[in-house]
C-alpha cells in the first residue's frame, strides 16, 4: 500500500510514518508542500493508495492542493490531518473531496484509526 | 489642560483557557507528558532571560497578535526528544521543526475556541541565549507558565480581538 505524506514538518511526517507502518505492506513518499505533492503524484506511476495532508504549508496549502488532486482524481483516498478544527474548516474540507479529517493533536491510535476507517469504508463500497 | 489618557490594554479573559487546553492536549497526545498550568501573568519585560528555545506563531483576522512557546534549551530537548521520538541537536534542522510544530498545535487547538475567525501563520523558532522578542507594544503578553516531568516552559499569548468584528 503506498502512502503520500504532505506536511511541512519532516518531524509529523515521521510520526505518521512510524505510526502507519503498523500497517502491513506500506510503502512512504513524501512532500513538503502542496505544489511538491502535486509533482511526487505526477511522477509516481500507479499513484498512491492514501494521502495524509496538512492544510497549512508554504507555497500550496492543503485545501488548495485536494481541490486540484480532485479535478482529475476522484478515486485516492485523502485525509486531511490539521489544526483546522472550525467545522466550516471541516466542511470546507469535506467538499473540496478529502475522505476523512483527523484534528492535530492525535494520538498513535487514533491517527492508525481513522487510516483505517478510511480503508475500510473505500473496501466496502467498492 | 485636561489629557485623555487611554486606559492600560488588557488581555481578553476568554483567550486565557483555550491556551491552557491546548497546551495540556498537546503534549499530551504528541509526546505523552502531563502538563501542569500555573497562574498565568502579565509580562512586563520583553527579554526572556531563561529562555533559549521559542517557536513563535502569527495570527491574523478577527484575531490578530502573536503567541510564543519558550523553553529552556534542556528543557526543549527534552520534551522535542519525547515528540519526535528521537534525540536531536539543538543545531539540527529537525530540532527547530519540532518546536515550530509543537508551538503550531498549541496555536491551532487554542484557535478554535476563541470565538473568532483567524488564521494562524508558520511558524518561526529562535534559538540561542539572551533574545528578545519585541511583541506588539499596544497589546499585552500573557504568560502562562507550565511544568512537567520534562522540564518548565511557557506559553506567551499576545493577541487581541479587532475592534468591529
Given at each position: 500500500?503506498?502512502?503520500?505524506?504532505i506536511?511541512d514538518?519532516?518531524?509529523?511526517?515521521?510520526?505518521?510514518?512510524k505510526?502507519?507502518?503498523?500497517?502491513?505492506?506500506?510503502?512512504?513518499?513524501?512532500?513538503?508542500?502542496?505544489?511538491?505533492?502535486?509533482?511526487?503524484?505526477?511522477?509516481?506511476?500507479?499513484?498512491?493508495?492514501?494521502?495524509?495532508?496538512?492544510?497549512?504549508?508554504?507555497?500550496?496549502?492543503?485545501?488548495?492542493?485536494?481541490?486540484?488532486?480532485?479535478?482529475?482524481?476522484?478515486?485516492?483516498?485523502?485525509?486531511?490531518?490539521?489544526?483546522?478544527?472550525?467545522?466550516?474548516?471541516?466542511?470546507?474540507?469535506?467538499?473540496?473531496?478529502?475522505?476523512?479529517?483527523?484534528?492535530?493533536?492525535?494520538?498513535?491510535?487514533?491517527?492508525?484509526?481513522?487510516?483505517?476507517?478510511?480503508?475500510?469504508?473505500?473496501?466496502a463500497?467498492? | 489642560?485636561?489629557?485623555?489618557?487611554?486606559?492600560?490594554?488588557?488581555?481578553?479573559?476568554?483567550?486565557?483557557?483555550?491556551?491552557?487546553?491546548?497546551?495540556?492536549?498537546v503534549?499530551?497526545?504528541?509526546?505523552?507528558?502531563?502538563?501542569?498550568?500555573?497562574?498565568?501573568?502579565?509580562?512586563?519585560?520583553?527579554?526572556?532571560?531563561?529562555?533559549?528555545?521559542?517557536?513563535?506563531?502569527?495570527?491574523?483576522?478577527?484575531?490578530?497578535?502573536?503567541?510564543?512557546?519558550?523553553?529552556?534549551?534542556?528543557?526543549?530537548?527534552?520534551?522535542?526528544?519525547?515528540?519526535?521520538?528521537?534525540?536531536?541537536?539543538?543545531?539540527?534542522?529537525?530540532?527547530?521543526?519540532?518546536?515550530?510544530?509543537?508551538?503550531?498545535m498549541?496555536?491551532?487547538?487554542?484557535?478554535?475556541?476563541?470565538?473568532a475567525?483567524?488564521?494562524?501563520?508558520?511558524?518561526?523558532?529562535?534559538?540561542?541565549?539572551?533574545?528578545?522578542?519585541?511583541?506588539?507594544?499596544n497589546?499585552?503578553?500573557?504568560?502562562?507558565?507550565?511544568?512537567?516531568?520534562?522540564?518548565?516552559?511557557?506559553?506567551?499569548?499576545?493577541?487581541?480581538?479587532?475592534?468591529?468584528?
Amino acid at each position: 500500500m503506498k502512502f503520500l505524506l504532505i506536511d511541512d514538518s519532516r518531524t509529523m511526517r515521521n510520526i505518521q510514518k512510524k505510526v502507519l507502518s503498523a500497517i502491513p505492506g506500506t510503502e512512504f513518499a513524501e512532500a513538503n508542500d502542496g505544489l511538491e505533492a502535486l509533482c511526487v503524484i505526477a511522477a509516481t506511476p500507479g499513484g498512491f493508495d492514501l494521502m495524509i495532508v496538512d492544510w497549512n504549508m508554504p507555497i500550496m496549502d492543503g485545501l488548495t492542493m485536494v481541490k486540484k488532486v480532485r479535478e482529475t482524481d476522484k478515486k485516492t483516498l485523502m485525509i486531511m490531518a490539521t489544526t483546522e478544527a472550525e467545522k466550516s474548516r471541516v466542511l470546507d474540507a469535506i467538499r473540496a473531496g478529502v475522505n476523512n479529517y483527523v484534528v492535530k493533536p492525535f494520538t498513535p491510535e487514533g491517527l492508525l484509526e481513522k487510516v483505517n476507517q478510511t480503508l475500510a469504508k473505500a473496501k466496502a463500497a467498492a | 489642560m485636561s489629557q485623555n489618557i487611554a486606559p492600560p490594554p488588557t488581555i481578553d479573559s476568554k483567550f486565557i483557557l483555550p491556551f491552557m487546553n491546548a497546551t495540556r492536549n498537546v503534549f499530551h497526545k504528541m509526546a505523552g507528558v502531563a502538563t501542569t498550568i500555573g497562574k498565568p501573568y502579565l509580562k512586563t519585560d520583553a527579554a526572556n532571560t531563561a529562555c533559549e528555545v521559542c517557536g513563535i506563531i502569527g495570527f491574523t483576522g478577527q484575531i490578530t497578535g502573536s503567541v510564543m512557546i519558550s523553553f529552556s534549551e534542556s528543557a526543549a530537548q527534552k520534551l522535542v526528544e519525547a515528540f519526535a521520538g528521537v534525540k536531536l541537536a539543538i543545531t539540527d534542522p529537525d530540532f527547530a521543526d519540532a518546536v515550530g510544530e509543537l508551538a503550531n498545535m498549541v496555536a491551532g487547538s487554542a484557535k478554535k475556541d476563541l470565538g473568532a475567525l483567524a488564521s494562524i501563520s508558520v511558524p518561526s523558532v529562535v534559538i540561542g541565549k539572551g533574545y528578545i522578542v519585541a511583541m506588539n507594544r499596544n497589546v499585552p503578553c500573557l504568560v502562562i507558565p507550565c511544568s512537567s516531568p520534562l522540564g518548565d516552559f511557557a506559553v506567551e499569548v499576545s493577541i487581541k480581538r479587532n475592534p468591529g468584528d
